[in-house]
């Protein structure tokens, strides 16, 4: 118990600094291909963070078949989207407040609205597609080809949508440490893209110890496969992007931080979500159905006050992240 306490600790660490190193990389990236917000944050930050929860089911389906395989891969699923839309939005409001004390940001969210409501309108209508569609047509692979759909026309309309470009751009940390022995101005942008994909290695790395650790402790708690897997596992999965989030709004790069999220919403409610539909059972009850239901009301009420009030509150974002504390109570008391 005490070596895995000690992975989880480790681990944990290892995520938030590669976190660290994979913002600096992906942000000057973006600058130097003169790439708007909107799609360093949705697309290029949101899809290469999600790669360690994608994984997960995958192997989980692929490579360990039968009922528990099944388990954990749909409770994987599921709990990716729940994650990002409750846990994340927590960590992205609490950020905003803790900078508030200590006199880093004004108390003011200033995402881009635009950006926010397009990425969270495509999550609510495709991730409901994925979870009640699949009820009403018999042929489930006809409900994957259509999230696979939507996920495209979701890249179309970010890349072509108005968004301002990157205004600050830190110097990359590759630089700071080889630069007096490389010329590494002239060759800035492949530089930038190299140490992006090293921290997305090492935050891949941080997270399955993380899961790992994880998964020892839950099994001496005596943890069903499913619950571990939507409420536990994506903790730990889904800390790459809360991580570069939590870093994005502490520096006041909102948009950055909530278009790392809820790009990867989008994503993780499109394409995992079809190969949970055609590869499994995809029967889903109970507490899996109750997650899904609280993710699509959290992001609702997100959009909400973005078209009612044209602003997001960090006591939004934070009311909105409690239905997470609240299902983990709900799902927490039978133990």
Same mark, same amino acid.
């Given at each position: 118990m005490t070596v895995d306490f000690f992975l989880l600790i480790f681990s944990l660490l290892l995520i938030l600094l590669s976190a660290e190193v994979f913002t600096n990389g992906i942000e000057v990236f973006g600058k130097k291909l003169s790439l708007s917000q909107a799609v360093v944050g949705s697309i290029l930050a949101a899809v290469g963070t999600a790669l360690p929860e994608t994984i997960l089911p995958m192997v989980a389906i692929f490579l360990h078949k039968g009922d528990v395989g099944n388990s954990i891969g749909i409770g994987a699923i599921l709990g990716a989207p729940f994650m990002l839309a409750t846990l994340a939005f927590l960590m992205i409001g609490t950020t905003v407040c803790i900078s508030y004390f200590i006199k880093r940001r004004k108390f003011v969210f200033e995402a881009e609205l635009s950006t926010i409501k397009r990425d969270i309108t495509f999550f609510v209508i495709m991730y409901s597609c994925g979870i009640f569609l699949p009820i009403f047509i018999k042929h489930h692979f006809i409900v994957a080809i259509l999230l696979? !759909?939507?996920?495209? @026309?979701? +890249?179309?309309?970010?890349?072509?949508?108005?968004?301002? %470009? #990157?205004?600050?751009? *830190?110097?990359?940390?590759?630089?700071?440490?080889?630069?007096?022995?490389?010329?590494?101005?002239?060759?800035?942008?492949?530089?930038?893209?190299?140490?992006?994909?090293?921290?997305?290695?090492?935050?891949?790395?941080?997270?399955?110890?993380?899961?790992?650790?994880?998964?020892?402790?839950?099994?001496?708690?005596?943890?069903?496969?499913?619950?571990?897997?939507?409420?536990?596992?994506?903790?730990?999965?889904?800390?790459?992007?809360?991580?570069?989030?939590?870093?994005?709004?502490?520096?006041?790069?909102?948009?950055?931080?909530?278009?790392?999220?809820?790009?990867?919403?989008?994503?993780?409610?499109?394409?995992?979500?079809?190969?949970?539909?055609?590869?499994?059972?995809?029967? !889903?009850?109970?507490? @899996?159905? +109750?997650?899904?239901?609280?993710?699509?009301?959290?992001? %609702? #009420?997100?959009?909400? *006050?973005?078209?009612?009030?044209?602003?997001?509150?960090?006591?939004?974002?934070?009311?909105?992240?409690?239905?997470?504390?609240?299902?983990?109570?709900?799902i927490l008391k039978p133990f």
């Amino acid at each position: 118990m005490t070596v895995d306490f000690f992975l989880l600790i480790f681990s944990l660490l290892l995520i938030l600094l590669s976190a660290e190193v994979f913002t600096n990389g992906i942000e000057v990236f973006g600058k130097k291909l003169s790439l708007s917000q909107a799609v360093v944050g949705s697309i290029l930050a949101a899809v290469g963070t999600a790669l360690p929860e994608t994984i997960l089911p995958m192997v989980a389906i692929f490579l360990h078949k039968g009922d528990v395989g099944n388990s954990i891969g749909i409770g994987a699923i599921l709990g990716a989207p729940f994650m990002l839309a409750t846990l994340a939005f927590l960590m992205i409001g609490t950020t905003v407040c803790i900078s508030y004390f200590i006199k880093r940001r004004k108390f003011v969210f200033e995402a881009e609205l635009s950006t926010i409501k397009r990425d969270i309108t495509f999550f609510v209508i495709m991730y409901s597609c994925g979870i009640f569609l699949p009820i009403f047509i018999k042929h489930h692979f006809i409900v994957a080809i259509l999230l696979l !759909i939507g996920y495209l @026309a979701y +890249l179309y309309r970010t890349f072509k949508s108005e968004s301002e %470009s #990157i205004l600050h751009e *830190e110097k990359l940390y590759f630089e700071k440490i080889f630069g007096k022995i490389l010329p590494v101005s002239k060759f800035k942008t492949i530089l930038s893209l190299i140490q992006a994909l090293f921290a997305l290695l090492i935050m891949i790395k941080g997270a399955h110890g993380f899961v790992t650790a994880l998964q020892h402790i839950s099994e001496k708690f005596g943890f069903d496969p499913l619950l571990f897997a939507l409420l536990i596992a994506p903790v730990a999965t889904e800390l790459p992007e809360k991580f570069n989030s939590v870093t994005w709004t502490f520096k006041g790069r909102d948009t950055l931080a909530m278009g790392n999220v809820t790009g990867a919403m989008v994503f993780q409610s499109t394409f995992p979500v079809a190969v949970g539909i055609v590869f499994t059972d995809w029967n !889903i009850t109970g507490y @899996a159905l +109750l997650s899904a239901c609280l993710a699509i009301l959290a992001g %609702s #009420i997100i959009l909400g *006050e973005i078209h009612l009030r044209k602003r997001i509150s960090p006591f939004t974002l934070i009311f909105s992240g409690s239905f997470y504390l609240i299902y983990a109570l709900i799902i927490l008391k039978p133990f």
